[in-house]
Each structure stands twice: as structure tokens, then as C-alpha cells.
């Protein structure tokens, strides 16, 4: 080893960098920036002569300026000077790119490693000319620019990545570019990806990696870059995949929306932190100082072993990777080489103590320096406290139906041809008797079936098929709309009907055909319009401020403990949504909203929203009714039929419950056939408008609201015209729900027309719909929890687990206490479940709550308050929410009822035309019970959000609430404050959680799809208390009888999800039982001198957090499938 010029340099008590130069001579840095450094760095044997020219190691950086100089590098650089035998040498860029080796500084110990503009080639030769200790093996770095080489060797050493593909457009191997592109999915060497799935460039210097999404959920794809200013993707509507380059394909890991990236200094220490997916909105979240927002969290034992091997396989002493933690497991993506944690004085201090101590241990007896290893105390491990009366909120979990969408189409016939019945064969309809066609591809099947059978009838006049003309040219047309084709927007259903149609319909009542047939429903509308968004949008954000607020950079932004807990992996959210498009773009929507996302929701939706393959967890057949609805359908057809006014027994008929919304709703009807006779000539009185306005010039080119025309509105109002009136006279009162829709939609968005008399067949349709749609689901107590079960039984299992699982696993992802400065109770953990839906589930959710005995209404005056409070409600519309909320007193016994408390609260949606005044009245969110007056205390209280205040529900005064309180809006845009208010019966504060006037988003800004017709958004009613102290026996209780009551059928069903969830419940990795993999054997060749080849004892520096393994929650590993 050569001698250093750089020795006896350290007379003065501050450490010094020397900045190399030719020849080995050094310079001094100025000492203005260094500063002292408190902990001791090896604690190293005094000697008795301390003799200054004693030999020191020499650690050289060798990099560009840029890395060398930054602000990671030099902490640590300070803090390894602290060794008394370690001397840095900083090599200049300029001597890297322009000296030869030879001339190059000398050290014991080269820092060396690759980024842009480097010199790799000649940091090589010096390595071998010098044979220094190499920290970062130079050989590996070239591999590390090779994306295909750095997953064949991670593929090598066992270590999971997503199952991948390399397109390799070379000309010499022609065979290794293979590619067919389809619209869904591409096939890559014969290996099929469908989309969601990732193209990364082979260059691991290039950083434009393209997310491709399904059309299902509006396709175009997710550009990512290296980060610009705050931006680090970009979304884009091109949705088909690069034509020039070789690539990686992957298959695209749902994280829900959080990256880990973990730093590896040696192969047994770890540091990890969480960051938003750049793939999620593309925005950077920056601090104050405009930092990228970065958490540190703990990694599980099986993640830790992985940090090992990525270390070791690629000799990388310092090395920074990406982790997806996705389905129960946890996927390496990328290998970046030598990379250090920014902003972490924790890190900074292990990382030189650990590289210091490497270096001594390896080069100290070579030198005869005298060192002996440092013994490092355990890390204690920092138990969070509860003081004083407390609850933490442990669960949330809501159901809530879809944002206000276009009103819902359907048209039904029934099909003989042939041609039908091979595409029914053809996608395996003759399994189930059943077949749903969505994708662009079976769409443009069906259209071209009723396209050659039109041209068929123009031929030929068959007169079998005559009579499905008219309906064949709807079919032709509606899946004609819009250019193109998206399955969240149009779908068709078959239905094998072996024995052809039972009877005849209201609509063709011509003699019945023998033999089978299919009956083909094709369904258009429905989608979630612009204020359908904004809703979801304004009520996620506001369904912030219902957990415990942040502090630091965050407080006086409301609803930021939310956006903290997630960050950190604390939140532990699940998003469901049922298969529909409007409930899934509602569902991204509220995402959007509720963890401060920007842009697109295509993105949001795939990343964030679970919707395939959830046995009916929350889809459910409506062509496919039950034996009960059947009969409860048929009696309300029938006393709908009589032309005479309500008398006491239809009454007592029509509504036994005794429900207030029901009698003021048929006290507006007296006649349900005259007010039916009414709101038809009032249909017909609408359509003879609109083609007035037609016939008019200046109508022409007028767009409606969403992109509508006045021929597309004409065309739904005539429709409605044709089937509510039956030819025998009579009328379908299956229609009533339709034109209620309807003039819902148009009294809303299209009301600049001026169409006469709309209000009025508002009141009348809306009247007639308030009896219709709620006795759909049941006119009597037993019918309507018989209807209710057969809907939602698995969901009401699913919220059964949800509750048990938050107290019974406690191995989750947690923060690691001993980074979090500025995180008041690291050990905070809240899951949080959102089911997104349709009107039937929440009906039926909501009928089960009211009529299955969860409580006395005689013994708990609470509970008869909200029974009563709960039939003045006439309907539930857009965006209705039933909120369960779970609190744990860890004061309480485990054992003991008190511990926890389970809190139930509900919305009725958005508010309709003309509602203000006629709104029933609640009693507020989370309203002090008469316990709680006796106590004096709230065991669920929030906080201000608007007080910077530790991450705990603190129990102090109860709360009141006051009606028609105002809200406080922030400075910030979406923000909510929670309002002070005084009250002359008892102190506290008052929540209004939802927004109580209507306001734009300012994310969703007028576009093509934008606020046509100015249309506003209506507000949504604030969150009402049903009841707020209910132990968790007793609604586990209630829910474990109620599944037992389900029918047997039902039962079955329900067993096979139980079974499939409880098959997840178990975590993917049994640490206890699992064998350790023994670490990469030790090797004996000599040169050049590198840690790999080392037999010394592994370093003692224990890795980040606990050794005890985390767990993921078990019911991430519930699979869904992308189709």
C-alpha cells in the first residue's frame, strides 16, 4: 500500500476532507461547514503514547463532483472523519475525466461508482493498478446499467420480480422480437400480457417507463421520467406500445399507489422509505424545503433477507433498490446501484458508523493499526403510551353508492338467429346459461351480427326476422354511439332461454315460437357524469377530516393525518368496487380525493380500486330476482293498477312499517292510475317539445349537458313514452325508477331548455318512485331481510372479518419509531374498508341495520331516534355513505366489552331539486350519548384538526353538535376546519365533516367532457349519527345471526367467499417455520481486494427496525384478477 501525503493532517481536533490532486499531494478543506459530530464512531483502545504519525487509511471518493459534493455524501463524509485512523480523499472531476490512472490519488479504500459522465473504464484500470478495498464492486456497475442483466441476476439468486419479458429489437437475433399487439394485452416471445402492464427501456439510464391501462378502464398509458420540478409522470391518452427499442414487459404489481425504496449499506443493514407511486398522479410531494415527501418504514424479515442477497449478488456495499409490496409479497423492480438516504440524520450517523467500522475491520490489522470491533447496544425498541381517557380509532369502513351519473338505458329482445347462438358458444355462455359482453372486441361482434342480419332484411324481407327490425336497428345504433367502444359505458347480456320466452312481452305480443331462444339485454347510459366525479371527489376529501389529524409541515391542513398515515404504510386501505364503470370511476374518484391525487383516474383506477372476481361481494344479478321479489313485485303491480283512490288497506298494504316518507308519498298520489295517466301525457307533452325544438334552426348544434344532443334525448324520452304504456292499456310501473332518472338528470343539467311542466312530472315521477323503488326491496319487515340477504349477505360477512381482523392482527406494516421524528405515535394503524356500489346494496345494507334486531327501539331511545330518523329519508341518492367507525380504549382489559366501541353513521347523498326545506332532521355527527353526559366524556371525540396535536382521538369534552352549522372553509383549496362553536348546554366543538354549498373541484377543469350548461354540482348531506355506542360483541353478534338466518342456497354461497377469504387470511410467509436461506458462501480468491471475498464475522450494526417479522394485512393476498 502506498503512503499518503494526507497523514498527520489531523493535529486540529475538527475532522478535514483532503481533496486529491496529481501526484498525491493534497489540499485542505476550508473547515467553515464542518461541524461537530456527538456519538462516538468505533470506540477505539486507548493507547498509552498517542503518536501522531501514525499510519492512516486512506478512504478515496471517486465520482463526479455532483455526487461527491452533495449534501448525503458530505454528512457522512463528516461523520466518518470522525474515526481517528480514517483519512477522506475527495478524487476532482477534472483529474477523473482528464488525468491518466497513474496520477490519479493513492488509497487504501476506493468509494467508487457510475453516473452520468462517468469515467467507469478508468476507475477499473485503477483498481486494478492500486488494488484498493473496494466498497462498491466496479466490475458489477456495468451490469447495473443493463435492466436484462440486473433481472437475470436477481432471477439467479431467487429473489421475486414480476414476471417478465425482453423484446430485444436486435437484427443479429432476430428471434428475440416477437411482438403482437393486441388491444388488450401484447405478446412478447410468446408470452402474453395483458393490460395493465409496464415497458421499461433495457438502459437503466433511460427512465421513460410507459404503464399501459385496459380500455375497460379508459385506456392511454402513464409516461414516467426522471423527475421535473414536481412532476414524475405524465398520463397520456396513446395507448399503443414503442415501435423502435428493446424492452423489458412486465406485468404491472398493484401497490396501491406506494413504492418502498430501500438503502443497503452492507449486507445486514437496511434502511426503507415509502413513497407515493410516480405512476399513481405523477405529482412529487415536497416538504417545505421542496423535498421529496419520504417516509421511513419497517421492513419485514423476508424483505430484509431480500436487501441481503440484492447486496451481496451484486457487490454493492451501498445500494438502493425499489421494492413493490403487492398481493401479500413483496417484488423487486429495480437495482440502482450506490445510493444514500436524503434528509435522515439516523441514517447518515448508522451509515458512516457502519462503512467506518467495515473499512477498520477489513484494512486495521493489515496496517498494524491497533482496533478492536465496537459492541453495539440492542435497539430499543419504542413503545407508544396512552395516558388519560383515550380511544384510537382503529377501522373505517364504508359503503357508499356511485356519483351521479346519465340516466341508465335498457333494451330487451329475444334472438333465434344462429349467428347468436355461436357467439354464446363461443365465450362459454352454455356453462352458466349466462353471458356478459363488455370488451371492444365482443362488442364489435355483436354490431356486426345485427349489421348483416339489417342487410339480410333488406335482401330478403324474411319476415322471421321482420318483426325485430326496429329492435335490431337500436341495437345497430346505441352500439354505434360515440365512434367507439368502452365497456364502461354500453354492455350486452344473454340468457339462454331453453324453451324460448315464458310469456310474452309487454312490447311484442305476438304467438309465442317453440324451441330455445336467447334473450339479449343490451344496456347503454349510466355513466358517471363530471358532477358525478366532482362529488366523489369533494366527499373523499372530506372523509379526510374523519381521522386524526398531522402536525409539522402539515398542520392547519385538515385531513393531512390521513394523507401521513398513509404514507407510512400505517393506513391500511382497501378500495372494492363493483364491476360497473360508474361505480368504479366513482370509487378512483373518491381515491382521488381522499389521499390529495391529481389528474387522471384512469391511473388511480387501476393502481387503487379492487373490481374482478368478488363472488358477488358486490354485484348483483337484477335480471335474476328471487322467489320473494318476484311476489313482492307482482302485489305492487297490482295496487298500482287500481284506478281509484288509496284506501286504508292498500295503506296497510302498500306500507305496514308505517314509514312517513311512504304515506306522504301516497297522499300525493290519491289515484295511482290517474297520476300515471298524468305523468304520461306530461312524457308525451316533453317529447312533442323537444321536436319542436329540433324543427328549430337555432337548435341545431345545441349541446346538452355531458355531450348530449336533442336527437339522443328525444330518443330516451320517446323510448320511455313507448314502454310505460302498455298496449293493453295498462301501465309498467317497472318504468316509474326510469323516468324518474330521467327527469332527475334534465330538471338538473339540462334546465337552460326551458321545457314546460318538467317540475311537475318531477313531483309526480319522483312521488310514484319513493313507493316504487323502496318496496322493490321488500313491502313487509320479513320480506324486506329476506331480499336484503340474498344481495349482501357476502358483504355483510366481508364487514364481519373487516371488524374482527382490526383487533385480532396486530403483525401489520408499521412505522419505524426510530426515524419518524415529527410522527406523534409511529405506532398508530387504522385499516380503513371502502365498498363502492349500487342502490340495491346499500338498500338492502341499510334495510338489514333498521329491521334485523341490532337493537330495541323500545330500550334505546338513540336508536329509535335514528329508526325515526331513517323513515322520513324518501330516498337514497347519489353518493349515499353508511359509515362504520371502530374505536379501541387501550386503558380497558383486553377481555372486557368496553375495549371496543363501534360507531355507526349514515348519509343519504346528494341533495335533489327543491330539498332544503322539506329535509329531515337528524342529530348531527357524533352527538354526546347520555352516557357520555353522565361521564362527561366522548370515548370517540376527533380532534381539531385545526390544533397540531398528537395522532390520538384525546377524550375531553362531549360534543355538540348544532344543525345547520356553518363551514369554515381553509385558505387551502378543498380544505375543511373543524368549527368552534358555543352551546348554552355544554361546551365542545362542532363538526360539519361534508361540504354544505356547492362549489367547483378545482382539479377537474371544464373540458371537452366539462360543465356543459353550466350545470352545478349539488352538496351532499353531512354524515348523521344513527348510533354512537355499540360494543363490538354486540354488532359481531348481530352480524354472526343474521348470516346464520341467510336461506340455505345463500349459505352455500356464502361459504365458498368465506372460504376464499379465510384461504388469505394466512400470511404468505410463515416466518416462524420458514428455513432461512444460508447467506452466498464465503469465497477465497485474492485479488483485487474486495469485502466480498472476506471471512471476517458479518458487521454487528443491526438492520433497520425489529428483527420480528411484519406481516401484511392477510387480506391483501385476496387475489384479484385484471380481467
Known sequence: MSKSSGQGMFNSELPRFLIGSEGGESRELGDTDMRKISGDYGEEEEEEDEDQSERQIVVGICSMMKKSKSKPMTEILERLCKFEYITVVIFPEE???????????????????????????????????????????????????????????????????????????????????????????????????????????????????????????????????????????????????????????????????????VYTVGPDYAHAEARKSPALDGKVERDSEGKEIRYPVMLTAMEKLVARKVCLAFKQTVCGFDLLRANGHSFVCDVNGFSFVKNSMKYYDDCAKVLGNMVMRELAPQLHIPWSIPMEAEDIPIVPTTSGTMMELRCVIAVIRHGDRTPKQKMKMEVRNALFFELFEKYGGYKSGKLKLK??????????????????????????????????????????????????????????????????????????????????????GGELTPAGRVQAEELGRAFRCMYPGGQGDYAGFPGCGLLRLHSTYRHDLKIYASDEGRVQMTAAAFAKGLLALEGELTPILVQMVKSANMNGLLDSDSDSLTDCQQRVKARLHEIMQKNKDFSEEDYSKLAPTGSPSLVNSMGVIFNPVSTCDRVHTLIKSLTWQICKRLEDPKSADLQLYHSETLELMLQRWSKLERDFRMKNGRYDISKIPDIYDCVKYDTQHNSSLGLEDTLELFRLSRALADIIIPQEYGITKAEKLDIASAYCLPLVKKIQLDLQRTHEDEAVNKLHPLYSRGVMSPGRHVRTRLYFTSESHVHSLLNIFRYGGLLDELKDDQWKQAMDYLSAVTELNYMTQIVIMLYEDNNKDPSSEERFHVELHFSPGVKGCKDEENAPMGFGFRPASSENHEMQTDPGSLEDLSQDEPDRAALTEPISIQRKSPLIRGRKAGSMEALSESNTSSRGLAYRIFPSTSRQSPEIKPSGLGFEGCSLVPSIYPLETLHNSLSLKQVDEFLTTL??????????????????????????????????????????????????????PPSTVSSSGPSSPSVPEPSSNFRFNSE
Not at 488525468?99 to 487504501?108: A, F, M, T
Not at 414536481?230 to 423489458?248: A, H, M, N, W
Not at 355483436?446 to 329492435?471: F, G, P, T
Open 95 to 261: 483529474v477523473i475525466l482528464n488525468e491518466p490512472v497513474e496520477k490519479w490519488p493513492l488509497c487504501d479504500c476506493l468509494i467508487s461508482f457510475h453516473s452520468k459522465g462517468f469515467a467507469l473504464d478508468k476507475a477499473v484500470s485503477y483498481a486494478k493498478l492500486r488494488n484498493p478495498l473496494l466498497i462498491n464492486d466496479l466490475d458489477m456497475q456495468y451490469f447495473i446499467q443493463d435492466r436484462r442483466e440486473v433481472y437475470r441476476i436477481l432471477q439467479e439468486e431467487g429473489i421475486d420480480l414480476p414476471r417478465y419479458a425482453v423484446l430485444n429489437r436486435d437484427p443479429d437475433r432476430p428471434e428475440e422480437c416477437n411482438l403482437v399487439e393486441s388491444e388488450d394485452h401484447v405478446e412478447v416471445n410468446g408470452e402474453v400480457f395483458h393490460k395493465p402492464f409496464v415497458e421499461k427501456p433495457v438502459s437503466a439510464e433511460d427512465h421513460n417507463v410507459y404503464i399501459y391501462y385496459p380500455t375497460s378502464a379508459g385506456g392511454g398509458s402513464q409516461r414516467l421520467f426522471r423527475k421535473i420540478g414536481s412532476r414524475s409522470s405524465v398520463y397520456s391518452p396513446e395507448s399503443t406500445v414503442r415501435k423502435t427499442g428493446s424492452y423489458i414487459y412486465e406485468e404491472f404489481m398493484p401497490t396501491d399507489g406506494t413504492d418502498v425504496k
Open 439 to 524: 370488451k371492444p372486441k365482443q362488442l364489435q361482434e355483436v354490431l356486426d351480427i345485427a349489421r348483416q342480419l339489417l342487410a339480410e332484411l333488406v335482401l330478403h324481407n324474411d319476415c322471421e326476422i321482420e318483426e325485430k327490425k326496429s329492435k335490431l336497428e337500436q341495437l345497430k345504433t346505441v352500439l354505434e354511439m360515440y365512434g367507439h367502444f368502452s365497456g364502461i359505458n354500453r354492455k350486452v347480456q344473454l340468457t339462454y332461454l331453453p324453451n324460448g320466452q315464458p310469456k310474452a312481452s309487454s312490447e311484442e305480443e305476438d304467438a309465442l315460437k317453440e324451441g330455445p331462444s336467447l334473450l339479449l339485454v343490451l344496456k347503454w
Open 1043 to 1096: 348470516c346464520k338466518n341467510g336461506s340455505e342456497t345463500q349459505f352455500k354461497r356464502l361459504k365458498s367467499l368465506s372460504a376464499m377469504f379465510e384461504s388469505h387470511s394466512q400470511p404468505s410467509i410463515d416466518v416462524d417455520n420458514q428455513e432461512t436461506p444460508m447467506s452466498t458462501p464465503v469465497q477465497n480468491q485474492p485479488a483485487p481486494q474486495s469485502l466480498w471475498y472476506t471471512s471476517s
